[in-house]
C-alpha cells in the first residue's frame, strides 16, 4: 500500500522567512496530492492540492511542487506570517474519476514562525 | 449547511467497554473515512467507505468495525476498548467531481480516552 514520509518533523523559521516542508511517496499510481493545515485543537483543513498532470502549483504565498519521477513533493510558503504556524499534513492518493481513494498521510510538520 | 459532524467530543472509557463513535455528514458525499490522530503519527486511515453498503479497511483496523447503512452516517464501533486506542479521532467526507478537487471535510474529531 502507500506509503507517505514527510521532513522535517519540526521547522522554526523567522517571520518573513520562507519555509519548505517535503514528503515522498511509494505507490507511483498516486495521482493526487493535497497538503492540509491544522491548528492548535482544530479539524484538518485543505490549503492546497496538486495532480499528477502539473509539475507546479501557487496560491498567493503557498506553492506545492511535485516531481513524479522521484515520488517527491513540497510545500513552499513564503514570506511567513505569525498565522502560519501550524502542524501542516501532506498526503497521496488514487482518484478514480474524481473521487479520492485511501486518502494516506504524512507525519505532519510542526511549523513555528517566530515574530 | 452543517459539514461533518461527530459526537460525541470527549469520552472516557474503561478497558473492555464498547462504544459507537458517531460522524454524520450533510453534503451529500460518497466516500467517507475514519482517521485517528496520535502525536508524531500523523493521521492514520482505520477504515473507509466509498459508498453506502461498502466498507473497506485503512492502514489500521484492528479493534474497529464501521458500516454504511445510509450515505449521510458512518459509524465507527470499538468492540472492547483498549489503552492503545486512546486516541483523537476524525471523521471526513469528500465527493467525487471528475477533473476537479477532492477535498476532505473533516469532522471537530472525539477525544477517547481509554483507562
Known amino acids: 500500500g502507500e506509503n507517505v514520509e514527510q521532513h522535517p518533523s519540526t521547522l522554526s523559521v523567522q517571520e518573513g522567512d520562507s519555509a519548505v516542508i517535503k514528503c515522498t511517496y511509494s505507490d507511483s499510481a498516486s495521482n493526487y496530492f493535497p497538503w492540509y493545515k491544522q491548528e492548535l485543537g482544530k479539524r484538518p483543513q485543505l490549503i492546497i492540492d496538486i495532480r499528477s498532470n502539473v509539475g507546479e502549483k501557487k496560491d498567493q504565498r503557498i506553492a506545492v511542487t511535485l516531481n513524479k519521477t522521484a515520488k517527491h513533493f513540497s510545500l513552499h510558503i513564503t514570506e511567513t506570517q505569525p498565522e502560519d504556524s501550524a502542524v501542516y499534513f501532506c498526503a497521496a492518493s488514487r482518484t478514480y474519476g474524481g473521487a479520492t481513494n485511501k486518502l494516506i498521510f504524512g507525519t505532519g510538520t510542526l511549523l513555528a514562525v517566530q515574530p | 449547511n452543517a459539514g461533518v459532524t461527530q459526537t460525541p467530543k470527549f469520552q472516557v472509557l474503561k478497558t473492555g467497554q464498547s462504544m459507537t463513535l458517531q460522524c454524520a455528514q450533510d453534503?451529500?458525499?460518497?466516500?467517507m473515512s475514519w482517521y485517528r490522530q496520535d502525536p508524531g503519527m500523523g493521521l492514520r486511515l482505520i477504515h473507509y467507505?466509498?459508498?453506502?453498503?461498502?466498507?473497506d479497511q485503512g492502514e489500521v483496523p484492528n479493534g474497529y468495525n464501521v458500516s454504511r447503512s445510509t450515505t449521510e452516517d458512518f459509524p465507527l464501533r470499538l468492540l472492547s476498548a483498549a489503552p492503545s486506542q486512546t486516541s483523537v479521532y476524525f471523521c471526513?467526507?469528500?465527493?467525487?467531481?471528475?477533473?476537479?478537487?477532492?477535498?476532505?471535510?473533516f469532522g471537530q474529531g472525539t477525544r477517547l480516552t481509554v483507562v
Open positions: 467507505s466509498v459508498g453506502a453498503g461498502i466498507t
Open positions: 453534503m451529500n458525499h460518497e466516500y
Open positions: 471526513a467526507s469528500s465527493y467525487s467531481v471528475s477533473g476537479g478537487r477532492t477535498e476532505a471535510f
